[in-house]
């Protein structure tokens, strides 16, 4: 079981491809769980801290291509995992 604190904000999808962010998305849902209930999907602009840490993510994870899930809320932004697809 894997348990993770709660964070309401704006969810995030930054695609990494060989150390660049290629794009992101913002996706909206009424679930905790976005994934098969996406509401919305819209390109998204990141900061230079999400498109930073998204590729400091993906090189930590030797990942030439990750999906880097990140919860925008407020003025901060939680990282939180990184994909493999």
Not at 13 to 27: P, T
Not at 49 to 71: H, K, N, Q, S
């Amino acid at each position: 079981v894997l348990f993770q604190r709660r964070i309401r904000g704006l969810s995030l999808r930054i695609f990494v491809v060989d150390g660049a962010v290629a794009c992101a998305a913002s996706i909206a849902s009424d679930e905790l769980d976005y994934r098969g209930h996406e509401g919305e999907i819209a390109a998204a602009t990141l900061t230079a801290e999400e498109r930073d840490g998204a590729i400091r993510a993906a090189a930590a994870c030797a990942m030439p291509f990750a999906g880097v899930d990140v919860i925008r809320a407020g003025d901060r932004s939680w990282f939180l995992e990184c994909n493999p697809s």
